[in-house]
C-alpha cells in the first residue's frame, strides 16, 4: 500500500468516525429532548393557547412560534399544508416564543387581542405576509405592525383595551416560563404528540405527522 492510499484510508476512517460521533450526538440530544419533553408534558399546552384545527384531535402539533421569526413565516405554509391533509386528526397548538423582544412582544400583543375579536388566522397571515415591514429596528416598527393589523380588519380601540387589561402579559408570561422548563431555544421548535421534531426540515415534520396520524387510523376505537 503507498502512502497516499495509507492517506487516503486514514481520511474515510477519520470521516466514518466523524459522522458517527455526529449521529450519536444527534441522537442524544433528540432523546434528552424527548425527556425533557415529557417530564414537562404538563407545560407543553395551556388553556389559554391558541389552537387552530379540531379543538379534540388526536394528533397535537405544538409550535414554539415567534411571529418576528424569518424561520417560522418560512415553516408556516407547510405547517397549514399538513392541517389540510389531515383535517380531522391534527390540531395546531401555538406556543409564544418572544426570541425577537419588542417586536416579537407586540406581535403577540396584536395577535390575543385579534383572537379576542375573532380574527387571531387572518391576523397571523396578514402579519407573516407583511413580516419584513414591521421587524425593523427603530421606534416605527411598533406603529407599523399597528398600521398592518388595522388594514388587515382589527379594531384597534377594541385591541388596545384588551391589551390594557393584562390578560396578554400574563399570559405571555405563562409561555415563557413554559418554553424554558422545556428547554426551547430556538424557533420554531415543533412537538407532535409530545415528540420532539429532529430537524429544521419540514418535510420530517410532514412524516413525524402522518405516523402519529398512522398510529392513529390503526388504533381501536373504544
Given at each position: 500500500?503507498?502512502?497516499?492510499?495509507i492517506v487516503f484510508?486514514?481520511?474515510l476512517?477519520?470521516?466514518a468516525?466523524?459522522?458517527?460521533?455526529v449521529?450519536l450526538?444527534?441522537r442524544?440530544?433528540l432523546?434528552?429532548?424527548?425527556?425533557?419533553?415529557?417530564?414537562?408534558a404538563?407545560?407543553?399546552v395551556?388553556?389559554?393557547?391558541?389552537?387552530?384545527?379540531p379543538?379534540?384531535?388526536?394528533?397535537t402539533i405544538?409550535?414554539?412560534?415567534?411571529p418576528?421569526?424569518?424561520?417560522?413565516?418560512a415553516?408556516?405554509?407547510r405547517v397549514?399544508q399538513?392541517?389540510?391533509a389531515?383535517p380531522?386528526e391534527?390540531?395546531l397548538?401555538?406556543?409564544?416564543?418572544?426570541?425577537?423582544?419588542?417586536?416579537?412582544?407586540e406581535?403577540?400583543?396584536?395577535?390575543?387581542?385579534a383572537?379576542?375579536q375573532g380574527k387571531?388566522?387572518?391576523?397571523?397571515e396578514?402579519?407573516?405576509v407583511g413580516?419584513?415591514?414591521w421587524?425593523?429596528q427603530?421606534a416605527?416598527a411598533?406603529?407599523?405592525?399597528?398600521?398592518?393589523?388595522?388594514s388587515a380588519?382589527?379594531d384597534?380601540?377594541?385591541?388596545?383595551?384588551h391589551?390594557a387589561s393584562g390578560?396578554?402579559?400574563t399570559?405571555?408570561?405563562?409561555?415563557v416560563s413554559?418554553l424554558?422548563?422545556?428547554g426551547?431555544?430556538?424557533?420554531?421548535?415543533?412537538?407532535?404528540?409530545?415528540k420532539?421534531?429532529?430537524?429544521?426540515d419540514?418535510?420530517?415534520?410532514?412524516e413525524?405527522v402522518?405516523?402519529e396520524?398512522?398510529h392513529?387510523r390503526?388504533s381501536?376505537r373504544p
Amino acid at each position: 500500500m503507498t502512502r497516499r492510499h495509507i492517506v487516503f484510508l486514514s481520511a474515510l476512517i477519520a470521516l466514518a468516525v466523524f459522522a458517527a460521533a455526529v449521529f450519536l450526538y444527534q441522537r442524544h440530544t433528540l432523546q434528552a429532548a424527548a425527556l425533557q419533553a415529557s417530564e414537562q408534558a404538563g407545560a407543553m399546552v395551556r388553556p389559554h393557547s391558541p389552537v387552530i384545527g379540531p379543538v379534540n384531535a388526536p394528533v397535537t402539533i405544538v409550535e414554539f412560534f415567534d411571529p418576528a421569526c424569518e424561520a417560522c413565516k418560512a415553516f408556516h405554509p407547510r405547517v397549514k399544508q399538513i392541517l389540510a391533509a389531515f383535517p380531522r386528526e391534527t390540531r395546531l397548538v401555538i406556543r409564544y416564543t418572544p426570541f425577537h423582544r419588542e417586536a416579537s412582544v407586540e406581535a403577540v400583543k396584536i395577535l390575543e387581542a385579534a383572537r379576542a375579536q375573532g380574527k387571531f388566522e387572518p391576523m397571523l397571515e396578514a402579519l407573516l405576509v407583511g413580516q419584513r415591514a414591521w421587524t425593523g429596528q427603530g421606534a416605527k416598527a411598533a406603529d407599523r405592525a399597528w398600521a398592518l393589523a388595522q388594514s388587515a380588519g382589527l379594531d384597534v380601540d377594541q385591541a388596545r383595551k384588551h391589551i390594557a387589561s393584562g390578560a396578554v402579559d400574563t399570559l405571555l408570561a405563562q409561555d415563557v416560563s413554559d418554553l424554558k422548563a422545556i428547554g426551547v431555544r430556538a424557533t420554531p421548535t415543533f412537538f407532535v404528540n409530545g415528540k420532539p421534531l429532529s430537524s429544521t426540515d419540514p418535510e420530517q415534520l410532514f412524516e413525524l405527522v402522518k405516523g402519529e396520524v398512522e398510529h392513529v387510523r390503526k388504533s381501536p376505537r373504544p
